[in-house]
């Protein structure tokens, strides 16, 4: 199985700012299948990236994706209120499907 | 627009079974190469893939859950289910269905999980 590891678990930022939220891998994601997911309090998580750096539909260009084999970033370029929420990476080249342990990015 | 929407008892009594169904629309669950899972999260915490079926019935399951989960499909209803016997206290948490596109004759599942969803509740007590 697959673990993945998001650092940090906490991330204060102000509105404006650059957030960069890591997510390690315990082996080589196949294909670099990665994707990143947000979730906000209430609500299911959206697909944000998906393949290491492809963005999603509908999703703004702010949101970027990077990284292969073992680490990975989600980069937001410029922090908007409606981007303060838990976000999760996931694996999907290999089962089980795993996902991280989340980062929430609040406003400090 | 493809929807998905859980339907479900939001209480169970520990040692029972969990049965949850997922009701699809905008969308035939029938069609295309597409993997349906289901997910759990527990109060507070990070998400836990539970497993996924395609139409054809081929099932993935997350070895933690041991053999108590089990997932169908009912193509008639555009609907596919999820089973967890012996539930205790730690199987309390948001259950959510989703979708993803695969590849089933290749075990290769080429997108992650892109519709899901609302949630439900789901609280195992006496």
């Known amino acids: 199985e697959i673990v993945l590891t998001q650092s940090p678990g906490t991330l204060s930022l102000s509105p404006g700012e650059r957030a960069t939220l890591s997510c390690r891998a315990s082996?080589?994601?196949?294909?670099?299948?990665l994707a990143w997911y947000q979730q906000k309090p209430g609500q299911a998580p959206r697909l944000l990236i998906y393949?290491?750096?492809n963005r999603a539909t509908g999703i703004p260009d702010k949101f970027s994706g990077s990284g292969s084999g073992t680490d990975f970033t989600l980069t937001i370029s410029r922090l908007e209120p409606e981007d303060f929420a838990a976000y999760y990476c996931q694996q999907y080249g290999s089962s089980p499907l795993t996902f991280g342990g989340g980062t929430k990015v609040e406003i400090k | 627009q493809v929807q998905l929407q859980e339907s479900g008892p939001g209480l169970v009594k520990p040692s029972q079974t969990l049965s949850l169904t997922c009701s699809v629309s905008g969308g035939s669950i029938s069609s295309g190469a597409y993997y349906w899972s289901w997910i759990r999260q527990h109060p507070g915490r990070g998400l836990e893939w539970i497993g996924y079926i395609y139409n054809s019935g081929t099932t993935s399951y997350n070895p933690s859950l041991r053999s108590r989960p089990t997932i169908l499909v009912d193509s008639s209803k555009n609907q596919f289910s999820l089973r967890l016997t012996s539930v205790t206290a730690a199987d309390t948490a948001v259950y959510y269905c989703a979708r993803g596109e695969g590849i089933e004759n290749l075990g290769l599942l080429i997108s992650p999980l892109d519709y899901w969803g609302q949630g439900i509740l789901v609280t195992v007590s006496s």
């Open positions: 082996q080589s994601v196949t294909y670099n299948y």
């Open positions: 393949g290491a750096f």
